[in-house]
C-alpha cells in the first residue's frame, strides 16, 4: 500500500524555511545538501513528490531550472511531481510536473495511481503536509534536525498532532544532523 511521508530538514527551532521560503540556511549546513546512502535508499522507494507551491517556486529559482532543465532529474529523477497551488507556475521543460489545486484528499487518488508500488515523498511543506495529516493520508513524518536556529520562518508542521498520533521508530545520526521517525496515526478528517 502506497504511503504519504513527509521527509525533510528543519533547523533546531523548528523551521522549515525563513520568512520568506529559503532554503539557504539547509545548503550551508555540511551534509545538507543530501545524497548520502540513507537518502538514495528512501529516494529508491519513492514513485512521487508532492510539494507546495513554495517550495516548488523556490527550487525552481533556487537552480535556474527554467533555463537548466537538465538540472531536473539531479533533483528528483523522473518521478511525477505534483504541486498544490492556487496559481499558475512555471513549468520545467521536459520534467512531469502537475499542478493541481484545492483539498488533498480530492487528488489523492491520482497521486497514490501515479506511485504505483511505491510511495510519496511530500517534499514540503510544512502546511502541506499538515494538510495530507488533516485528511487521515500522512503515514509518517521523517525529520533531519540540522545545527542551525533562524529565530523565526515556516514551521515545522503547523498542526497539533500529539503523541496519540505520533509515535517514535527511529533515531540515527547522520553527520551534524539528528534524524527522527515518527509513524502517524490516522486521524478523522476534520469538517472544518
Do not use: C, N
Not at 523548528?14 to 555540511?30: I, K, R
Not at 513528490?49 to 538540472?71: C, F, I, M, N, R
Not at 498544490?84 to 491520482?110: I, K, N, Y
Amino acid at each position: 500500500m502506497t504511503r504519504a511521508i513527509f521527509y525533510t530538514a528543519t533547523t533546531l527551532d523548528g523551521y522549515l524555511a525563513t520568512e520568506d521560503d529559503s532554503l539557504d540556511w539547509l545548503f550551508a549546513t555540511p551534509g545538507g545538501e543530501g545524497g548520502d546512502e540513507g537518502f538514495q535508499r528512501f529516494l529508491d522507494g519513492i514513485g512521487v513528490l508532492v510539494q507546495g507551491s513554495s517550495t516548488y517556486e523556490w527550487v525552481v529559482a533556487h537552480e535556474d531550472l527554467v533555463a537548466h532543465p537538465e538540472k531536473w532529474p539531479a533533483y528528483y529523477g523522473e518521478r511525477p511531481t505534483f504541486v498544490f497551488s492556487t496559481r499558475a507556475l512555471p513549468g520545467v521543460p521536459g520534467a512531469d510536473v502537475r499542478v493541481v489545486a484545492g483539498e488533498v484528499r480530492a487528488h489523492w487518488e491520482q497521486i497514490a495511481q501515479a506511485a504505483g508500488t511505491r510511495d510519496v515523498w511530500i517534499v514540503g511543506g510544512g502546511d502541506l503536509a499538515g494538510q495530507f495529516a488533516d485528511a487521515g493520508l500522512l503515514d509518517e513524518v521523517r525529520v533531519s534536525v540540522a545545527p542551525a536556529t533562524l529565530g523565526a520562518g515556516k514551521p515545522l508542521l503547523p498542526r497539533v498532532l500529539g503523541s496519540d498520533r505520533l509515535r517514535l521508530v527511529s533515531v540515527a545520526q547522520a553527520g551534524q544532523f539528528a534524524e527522527l521517525t515518527y509513524t502517524v496515526d490516522a486521524a478523522a478528517p476534520s469538517d472544518g
